[in-house]
């Protein structure tokens, strides 16, 4: 938000005015009879020794305790993106002081803004760890994509958290992938209805109308556990029914399909010519290539890659959204699973 995280100077700063820095602010030394924190300097050190240093001794140490702090602070910053937590961490922080929460308030405000940027599948289940929660940008977008399903298939289940939901949704992010008050129960699918699962699905992850491409699919369910795995048509390997959030991942053979039933520009990223051949054979996509894109495309959404005649040319993931894709220059932009040539 273009937001400092901390004062590069405060460490040493708050050391010289004997304040002692935690993740929640800080406390006066004299406060402290415990220290609540094992880094170097707390684990040699009382409070009650520290307090009776020389003043330069006492500042020297506090500050090296502040730095540690703020550098553990950042690496759990660092792995909470990288999990797929940022939001859960933003939540517990903020709780902190009543001003950092109103803060929190305030952004939830910008969720439009917010979407944009939110990817559309991570590694860890969506927690309800608040009410406020129910306001992060993944929950609101899945309810207004579920409504979209809804339109057709209109068969749902009651969800502990998100209310009434497409029944065909429920084996996907973050519907299965979650975790509140109450258990929601996954039941397994019935052959008969498997079909109908991928269509909503197709739907849910790529707009209206994709259903449309899985609609003479047979749905490979797997014999251990029930769940649809492979996805296929007249011999032809379509797309993979993932077991880790309950989306798909396009084969080739799939892609041509959505390309044919969704009108340009949806799903598509656009290279340009000197693109074009690596592209086909399944090389990966560099954002400086990228020429234009859907701006509805999403973080880690499952994209088409056409050349600049609307010509399919591969299947990927996309590490960016729409708008990043038609601006950045640098980078690693779409990594590519499936070309048209390989």
């Known amino acids: 938000m273009g937001i400092d995280l901390f004062d590069s100077a405060s460490y040493a700063l708050y050391a010289k005015d004997d304040r002692y820095l935690t993740p929640e602010g800080t406390k006066r030394l004299e406060e402290l009879d415990y220290f609540p924190c094992s880094c170097p300097v707390c684990s040699r050190y009382t409070p009650q020794e520290l307090h009776e240093m020389p003043k330069e001794e006492r500042a020297r140490l506090l500050a090296l305790h502040n730095l540690w702090v703020i550098r553990e602070e950042l690496n759990r910053v660092k792995q909470a993106i990288k999990e797929g937590t940022l939001w859960e961490l933003v939540d517990e922080r903020a709780r902190s002081h009543p001003k950092m929460f109103a803060a ?16 559309v599948t991570k590694a860890s289940a969506f927690f309800k760890v608040s009410e406020e929660a129910m306001s992060w940008p993944i929950v609101q977008r899945a309810k207004e994509r579920a409504e979209r399903v809804k339109s057709k298939f209109s068969e749902t289940v009651e969800h502990p958290i998100f209310g ?49 491409a899985f609609r003479d699919a047979f749905v490979e369910l797997s014999r251990k556990t029930g769940m649809p795995r492979q996805i296929k048509a007249k011999g032809r390997h379509l797309a993979t029914f993932r077991a880790e959030d309950g989306l798909l991942t396009l084969g080739i053979e799939g892609a041509k399909r959505l390309h044919k039933v969704l009108p340009f520009p949806r799903m598509r990223v656009v290279v340009n010519e000197d693109a074009e051949p690596f592209a086909k054979r399944g090389k990966n996509v560099f954002a400086k290539f990228v020429v234009d894109a859907d701006p509805e495309i999403r973080p880690y959404d499952e994209v088409l890659v056409v050349n600049e005649r609307d010509e399919l040319l591969a299947t990927g993931q996309t590490l960016l959204n729409g708008e990043e894709l038609r601006v950045f220059q640098n980078g690693l932009a779409v990594k590519v699973r499936r070309g048209v040539g390989k």
């Open 104 to 119: 929190y308030k305030r952004l939830l405000e910008y969720r439009e803004y917010l979407e944009k940027n939110e990817p």
């Open 164 to 212: 009434e939901i497409p029944k065909y949704l429920s084996l996907s992010y973050p519907f299965a992938q979650s975790e509140g008050e109450e258990d929601f129960s996954i039941t397994r699918p019935a052959r008969r209805e498997a079909r109908n699962y991928i269509m909503a699905i197709a739907e849910y992850q790529f707009g209206e109308g994709a259903g449309d």
